[in-house]
């Protein structure tokens, strides 16, 4: 399994960095399923930053203006906005972290081998990466509820 660093680089909004590694780590091990692990880097690198920083980054390495909610770079890194995450997830009705992990697993789905330039290719991974997110939500919740019993005892 690849190394996961987490790296918070703004200070827009709060990242729980243990609750999002709770996530990543079963979300890494989902889309290793969907892919040979050869395709994966040795380490994978997320760092959260602010719309003015993607936005340059956007613009250095893309040629595009503006921010965007994700950029990942084959070596292994997944550059997420953090405020881009929270507008996104007023407008779609989602919670932040929900978004974060939309975002973080579209990254994943890249680093092994996925594009999104077509219709039916962006189609399969918005699917693929929905999918995933709904699952490690639900196992989240269950967890949740046991560990709410328990304290309660």
Known sequence: MPALELFNRQRKKRVDLVRFRAFAEPALAKVRKLATPMMLPEEINVVFVSDARIAGIHRDFMSME?????????HGEIIISVETAERQAQEFSTSFSHELGLYFVHGLLHLAGWDDLTDDSRKQMDDSQEQIVKELSVLEEVVSCQLSAVRRH
């Open 66 to 74: 503006g921010p965007t909610d994700v950029i990942t770079f084959r």
